[in-house]
């Protein structure tokens, strides 16, 4: 089965960085749209970037300036370097992804676990 796995997350001063990877397994034909989410505690879930298959990228305002969303293909992986963060930064990230499993077949949505992200002092 398809499985998202993220990674890369965790404490981190006000300021500081950290890249988040989203690597992809399983039989997978190709992979479309990929997306990073976070969801603080109390709050909705809410977009934080996304990149298509051609590479074209969309970004929330509250990472604008200061996130990128890239994706190596070879490798199955999206990533999602944060700079400058914030401790309004804080929350568990998701990756999402719509993976087509074989030629032929409709793409699905796939969820990761999530990674925690903390900024604090």
């Known amino acids: 089965q398809v499985k998202l796995v993220e990674s890369g997350g965790g404490l981190v001063q006000p300021g500081g960085s950290l890249r988040l990877s989203c690597a992809a397994s399983?039989?997978?034909?190709?992979?479309?749209?990929v997306a990073w989410y976070r969801q603080a505690p109390g709050k909705e879930r809410e977009l934080v970037a996304a990149?298509?298959?051609?590479?074209?990228?969309n970004y929330a305002d509250s990472g604008k300036d200061r996130f990128t969303i890239s994706r190596d293909n070879a490798k199955n992986t999206v990533y999602l370097q944060m700079n400058s963060l914030k401790p309004e930064d804080t929350a568990v990230y998701y990756c999402?992804?719509?993976?087509?499993?074989?030629?032929?077949?409709?793409?699905?949505?796939?969820w990761g676990q999530g990674t925690q992200v903390t900024v604090s002092s």
């Open positions: 399983g039989r997978i034909f190709s992979i479309d749209f």
């Open positions: 999402n992804a719509d993976i087509a499993r074989s030629y032929g077949s409709g793409s699905q949505v796939y």
């Open positions: 990149i298509s298959s051609g590479g074209t990228t």
